[in-house]
Nanobody, 111 residues
Framework: QLVESGGDLVLPGGSLRLSCVASGSIFFFRLNEVHWYRQAPGKQRELVATVTAGGSATYEASVQNRFTAFRDNTEATVDLQMNNLTPDDAGTYYC?????WGRGTQVTVAS
């Protein structure tokens, strides 16, 4: 099971830190990539960041240098630090591992 948290309403230019917590086998978690996706209303779900089992991260171009993913294989968490947020970053953020999805956490960016 994956549970996201940390979504909130934030002003443009603001920051948020999302968290994805995985329950179940820590061994399974340590073996798998974790992905962060987002979906804005009326748009397709898009991949935002991927974190490998070893903790290396890649990012979608529009969030490069603004978003940073942190993986903790002891706590089975993957956080997503989001800085300098814009209205285009708004949406529901989901984490995914293997075939499992969380229910999402809502990010709203508005003044």
């Amino acid at each position: 099971q994956l549970v996201e948290s940390g979504g909130d309403l934030v002003l443009p230019g603001g920051s948020l830190r999302l968290s994805c917590v995985a329950s179940g086998s820590i061994f399974f978690f340590r073996l798998n990539e974790v992905h962060w996706y987002r979906q804005a209303p009326g748009k397709q779900r898009e991949l935002v960041a991927t974190v490998t089992a070893g903790g290396s991260a890649t990012y979608e171009a529009s969030v490069q240098n603004r978003f940073t993913a942190f993986r903790d294989n002891t706590e089975a968490t993957v956080d997503l630090q989001m800085n300098n947020l814009t209205p285009d970053d708004a949406g529901t953020y989901y984490c995914k591992m293997n075939n499992f999805w969380g229910r999402g956490t809502q990010v709203t960016v508005a003044s």
